[in-house]
């Protein structure tokens, strides 16, 4: 009897049949089609396929996934308890599959190549240094072949395609130089097809369901084990029902009434889901625009067009709050039942998941094995996009198009039939987002449709994306755009002033702030700098409820930020002093705003954390302010993190009036207009695509990690950060070298450091561990404040040891 799955228990080895796991790939991968088919209809009609071709190939690539393992070497390594690393079953499968392989898509043989990829990711040197020559099992691969008809009738394809069986094989023991010759002969085949786009998708799709299939009827397999107390040591199929392998989300008449809880829809909500394709949408802060996104994305649901929500973020922490809110959403207010609808993927998720794991099992306050394990499954699951609704950041997206991490193809394949919502697009820093219109341009081109939201939409964006009308109208709040939540007031001064590189909070700012926390006020001081935000704070720390926020804190202690922030998000006195992490990071509300001039869109942004879904600026005799302060950068002409000409145009644009969000779009229109903020598309992002439709590069050469880019520079050098851990956390135990105690700090102070100091006296230095490499900062770093910036600018003698 032909073997595929060993697991050890207490010393025992539990070993499952060939034909048994492929019956349970085979039965995850019906079912998959069985509550899919409609969707699955669809992608053969964008791609011009015949559904029953497509399904007999996705057949015959699970079927015959594991047929290289029918050799005599790999055959004893795994009833003697070894593994087969010599003899990677992928590889030796090419001869069995390229003779068998339907070719149904214009001639190539696409089996072969999700069977050779299904456990290391197709690249172009793939198994090079394979030298062995195993014997094949001529007989056992005669019989399993002939047994796939038994699979054909019992699990009831019959009833989606014609099946004969495969043809006899006249098979010979090839030797690997004449394996790999096919397998490069392959690739340039592949490489040289035209239509890249087509290619990709029809390919990832195929794979995406075996990778499925394999994936969780092996980790089924385990889990079996590990609960099993008989006597048996030798299984087939152990699998009743796929139906935990595969989610599924029921779309309700309740639906729309659960979303929006209870609520009427706004007339652009209502608007937008009828768009059953890619849209563009225009909407303030605080006017619905996620809750929108979910309807627009229920209806391709309800009709089975798609079968999953993609929402690609900005930043982790963007992420981290969507993912929170949608899980108390979908779960009715228990936000553990929502999990069971929503993903979660980042590059930090694994802490964010296990946090919440803790929370729900409060009674142990250290992870054990099955929760460890339950954290890996539920990260890997959002990775893949393997729930109906996934939140994740647009580093991740970018990276399932270009072989950026080692399941990508199994993502992508999930995208072809998913819907995308990216949130505020319009937020990003140059560079990325030309990217992101590369990224747009393949999306179009792969007919996944997408949403693009903003609260500003400006025509420098609308004139790239929109070009051709391919998103058609953008839907617009037209009610909310009219509002007029607050009043700008401009000062003519800077709200900190630099003497001899010392940072001086403006005492006329400190005294309106002073005054407004005396009239019980809520107040929100945003800085564009990490330093000069801790300088306000510094001078405001006596009150006892001011907070300090920005993004160089420990993944740890930010959460535990944001989770002060919420709770007290209805506490009177209060202020918040940040930088513009808080822009599209909380969803709370001011009465009053302090703000260093920054892009008009950022301010609009910011705007919406102020007297937010309100309709007039004075609400019970209270005016809704928006004090605009003037920076040092206007004068230094110092890019920090703005360009300073750009800071000088909204200055000058901004008037002492009311707002609503159509003028500030208009302000967003003119500035931009005036600065020529010219987008260079496409970008290599193109080029790292189309070399990467099958082959092309291993991952590790496109990314350093699961969300972080290595050869494809999503952000400009100003914009990149590193990961570090204060020493003041490491404290010189091994333990404390873990990714929860990093944080992100600017390139730049890193390569400053570099340049000026030297040995002992560098702020920065690394540590090996057996996992990773480790930077490891001497600056200052408490939860209050984070990185202390003054003792940096200092120099080495206040270094922290």
């Not at 009043?487 to 006329?508: A, G, R, W």
Request: aromatic fraction near 12%; glycine fraction near 4%; include cysteine.
């Amino acid at each position: 009897m032909a073997l595929a799955k060993l697991e050890t228990k207490n010393n025992e080895k539990y070993f499952q049949t060939l034909y048994g796991h492929t019956l349970d790939a085979l039965k995850i991968s019906k079912y998959f089609i069985d509550n899919n088919y409609l969707t699955i209809e669809n992608f053969c009609g964008k791609w011009n396929l015949k559904i029953e071709e497509l399904l007999k190939s996705v057949f015959q690539s699970v079927y015959l996934h594991d047929v290289g393992k029918l050799t005599i070497e790999f055959q004893k390594n795994i009833s003697e308890g070894k593994k087969s690393q010599k003899y990677p079953h992928p590889f030796f499968s090419v001869p069995i599959l390229i003779e068998l392989d339907s070719k149904f898509f214009c001639g190539l043989p696409l089996e072969t190549c999700a069977v050779l990829g299904h456990h290391t990711q197709l690249y172009a040197d793939m198994y090079s240094s394979v030298n062995t020559h195993p014997k094949y099992m001529h007989n056992e691969i005669k019989d399993f072949l002939n047994q796939s008809t038994d699979a054909y009738f019992q699990l009831g394809f019959n009833k989606l395609f014609e099946f004969d069986g495969f043809r006899t094989l006249s098979l010979d023991n090839h030797k690997p130089t004449r394996i790999r010759r096919c397998i490069n002969n392959i690739n340039r085949k592949t490489y040289n097809f035209k239509d890249k786009v087509r290619l990709k998708a029809v390919y990832s799709f195929i794979f995406s369901i075996l990778q499925l299939g394999d994936d969780y009827s092996s980790s089924n397999f385990a889990d079996f084990i590990s609960i099993y107390n008989g006597d048996r040591r030798l299984f087939d199929s152990v699998i009743d029902s796929a139906e935990s392998f595969v989610p599924l989300i029921d779309i309700t008449s309740d639906f729309e009434n659960q979303i929006l809880e209870g609520n009427n829809p706004y007339s652009y909500q209502g608007e937008l889901s009828d768009h059953m394709g890619s849209s563009l949408l225009f909407a303030p802060c605080g006017r619905g625009k996620t809750e929108a996104a979910l309807l627009w994305g229920s209806q391709f649901l309800k009709n089975k067009r798609k079968n999953k929500i993609i929402f690609a973020m900005p930043t982790q922490v963007t992420s981290n709050a969507m993912y929170d809110r949608l899980c108390i959403k979908l779960g009715k207010g228990n936000k553990e039942l929502g999990t069971k609808y929503v993903g979660l993927f980042h590059g930090k998720s694994m802490i964010k998941l296990g946090r919440d794991i803790k929370e729900n099992d409060s009674d142990n306050e250290y992870w054990d094995e099955d929760d460890i394990l339950e954290i890996k499954g539920e990260n890997f699951k959002g990775s893949i996009f393997f729930k109906p609704i996934t939140i994740t950041t647009i580093d991740h997206l970018i990276l399932c198009f270009v072989h950026g991490f080692p399941q990508s193809d199994f993502s992508l394949g999930n995208l072809q039939n998913s819907l995308i919502v990216f949130d505020e697009v319009h937020y990003y820093e140059k560079q990325t987002l030309e990217h992101l219109i590369t990224l747009f341009q393949i999306l179009n081109e792969m007919k996944i449709p997408h949403l693009l939201m903003s609260g500003t939409l400006p025509n420098f964006l609308l004139e790239k994306i929109n070009k051709e009308n391919e998103y058609g109208k953008p839907v617009t709040d037209k009610e909310g755009i009219l509002f007029t939540p607050f009043k700008v007031v401009k000062h003519n001064e800077n709200m900190i002033e630099i003497h001899e590189d010392e940072l001086i909070p403006n005492p006329k700012v400190l005294q309106k702030v002073i005054s407004e926390y005396k009239n019980n006020k809520r107040i929100f001081i945003i800085c564009n700098t990490v330093r000069r935000a801790q300088a306000m704070w510094s001078s405001l720390y006596e009150y006892c409820n001011v907070t300090l926020y920005h993004s160089q804190y420990t993944f740890n202690d930010r959460i535990r930020k944001e989770e002060q922030i919420f709770n007290n998000k209805d506490l009177r006195p209060y202020i918040l002093v940040a930088t513009q992490t808080i822009e599209i990071s909380l969803n709370i509300s001011c009465d009053t705003m302090f703000s260093e001039i920054a892009p008009p869109d950022a301010i609009g942004q910011r705007a919406g954390r102020l007297h937010r879904g309100g309709k007039n600026y004075i609400e019970n005799g209270h005016e809704f302010i928006l004090n605009l302060y003037r920076t040092p950068d206007m004068e230094n002409m110092r890019k920090s993190p703005y360009d300073p000409a750009l800071l000088k145009l909204s200055f000058d644009s901004f008037q002492d009036k009311t707002y609503n969000y159509k003028e500030i779009k208009e302000v967003c229109d003119s500035v931009y207009e005036k600065y020529g903020y010219n987008l260079r598309i496409p970008t290599e992002l193109r080029n790292f695509f189309e070399k990467n439709v099958l082959f092309g590069n291993n991952w590790k050469s496109t990314s350093y990690g699961i969300d972080e880019a290595r050869n494809l520079d999503l952000r400009s050098n100003e914009y990149q950060k590193i990961s570090v851990i204060p020493m003041s956390i490491y404290n010189n135990i091994e333990a404390n070298l873990r990714v929860e105690n990093e944080v992100q700090v600017p390139l730049w102070m890193y390569l400053k450091d570099e340049r000026e100091n030297i040995g002992d006296t560098k702020f920065f230095y690394t540590i090996n561990s057996p996992k990773k490499e480790y930077i490891i900062c001497r600056i200052p770093y408490s939860f209050e404040k984070g990185i202390d910036y003054e003792e940096f600018f200092k120099g080495n003698p206040h270094i922290s040891n």
